[in-house]
């Protein structure tokens, strides 16, 4: 068997949020697992359930209490200032909200070109070519260049995101809810658009959603948390209703009886 690299590990991860009281809440308690190259690790969890937490820490957006993380075997939670800037472009992150996510005042050829002239990877007189091909990847016309965020829709916004998360090559791109505002056909385009991208590029995908039927769909594995806590983790090819845990099931059955939900509006309007 082929064991493709290992490009992240995480051990025992963990964050104790400081509350006012002088208590602590343990968003992430102590999680472990590995990525491998070019794969999709899906991460489901009921809201609050320390998903965002735990890829803030990987990003280096929050600071960690305890345990470490390694891209390519080194040790990324203790590097220096300069040593992190060099590490970025590796791992790169689509947020959920996508208007918000993109600044309001820069045009989309200044979004998805500032992350090449921030790493000095490009030239201004290569800018207009470097932005169609960037559009182009995420299936966006040229005609797009000189708009504004706000004149686009949640799915060319996410697209945009894509295209500058993209812009340096990333490793790893992280995707936090970054379907979940969408329309659910906005939402299998895009996760489509990230699939066929993954195969071109060979990046990893860590990819957070609510959904857990939706991330079975594409996903190799799936970890599942719970209240801070690694409950689950499920391989490709093993069906929902295979695991044991008690917490997964519960998150099958709510998936499960929301379609049954769906399916009784239909059969009823049907009827009207
Ligand atoms: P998820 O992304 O799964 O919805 P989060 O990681 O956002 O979960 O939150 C996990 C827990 O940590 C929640 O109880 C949340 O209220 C808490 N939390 C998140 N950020 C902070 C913070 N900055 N200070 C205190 N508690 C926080
Ligand atoms: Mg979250």
């Given at each position: 068997?082929?064991?493709?690299?290992?490009?992240?590990?995480?051990?025992?991860?963990?964050?104790?949020?400081?509350?006012?009281?002088?208590?602590?809440?343990?968003?992430?308690?102590?999680?472990?697992?590995?990525?491998?190259?070019?794969?999709?690790?899906?991460?489901?969890?009921?809201?609050?359930?320390?998903?965002?937490?735990?890829?803030?820490?990987?990003?280096?957006?929050?600071?960690?209490?305890?345990?470490?993380?390694?891209?390519?075997?080194?040790?990324?939670?203790?590097?220096?200032?300069?040593?992190?800037?060099?590490?970025?472009?590796?791992?790169?992150?689509?947020?959920?909200?996508?208007?918000?996510?993109?600044?309001?005042?820069?045009?989309?050829?200044?979004?998805?070109?500032?992350?090449?002239?921030?790493?000095?990877?490009?030239?201004?007189?290569?800018?207009?070519?470097?932005?169609?091909e960037l559009l182009a990847m995420v299936e966006l016309?040229?005609?797009?260049?000189?708009?504004?965020?706000?004149?686009?829709?949640?799915?060319?916004?996410?697209?945009?995101?894509?295209?500058?998360?993209?812009?340096?090559?990333?490793?790893?791109?992280?995707?936090?809810?970054?379907?979940?505002?969408?329309?659910?056909?906005?939402?299998?385009?895009?996760?489509?658009l990230l699939l066929k991208l993954q195969a071109e590029?060979?990046?990893?995908?860590?990819?957070?959603?609510?959904?857990?039927?939706?991330?079975?769909?594409?996903?190799?594995?799936?970890?599942?948390?719970?209240?801070?806590?690694?409950?689950?983790?499920?391989?490709?090819?093993?069906?929902?209703?295979?695991?044991?845990?008690?917490y997964t099931q519960a998150l099958v059955d709510s998936?499960?009886?929301?379609?049954?939900?769906?399916?009784?509006?239909?059969?009823?309007?049907?009827?009207?």
């Open positions: 068997m082929i064991v493709n690299e290992i490009i992240l590990e995480v051990k025992n991860l963990t964050k104790k949020y400081q509350l006012p009281n002088e208590k602590f809440l343990t968003a992430c308690n102590e999680i472990s697992f590995q990525v491998e190259a070019g794969k999709t690790i899906g991460i489901v969890g009921e809201s609050g359930s320390g998903k965002s937490t735990l890829v803030k820490m990987l990003m280096g957006m929050e600071s960690v209490t305890a345990g470490e993380v390694y891209f390519r075997k080194q040790n990324i939670l203790n590097l220096n200032k300069q040593a992190l800037w060099k590490l970025r472009p590796q791992i790169q992150m689509v947020f959920q909200s996508p208007v918000a996510s993109l600044h309001p005042k820069m045009k989309i050829i200044d979004i998805v070109t500032e992350p090449l002239f921030n790493y000095k990877r490009l030239k201004r007189s290569e800018k207009l070519a470097k932005a169609k016309s040229e005609e797009f260049l000189n708009r504004y965020p706000h004149s686009l829709s949640g799915g060319q916004c996410q697209r945009v995101s894509i295209a500058r998360a993209l812009a340096l090559k990333p490793a790893i791109l992280i995707c936090d809810e970054a379907t979940s505002a969408l329309d659910v056909s906005v939402q299998k385009n895009i996760v489509d590029q060979k990046m990893s995908i860590l990819f957070i959603c609510h959904d857990l039927a939706l991330v079975h769909s594409f996903a190799h594995k799936i970890l599942v948390m719970e209240k801070g806590v690694l409950v689950d983790e499920l391989s490709e090819g093993e069906s929902l209703t295979e695991s044991t845990e008690e998936v499960f009886s929301l379609k049954e939900i769906k399916r009784n509006l239909q059969i009823n309007n049907a009827r009207k």
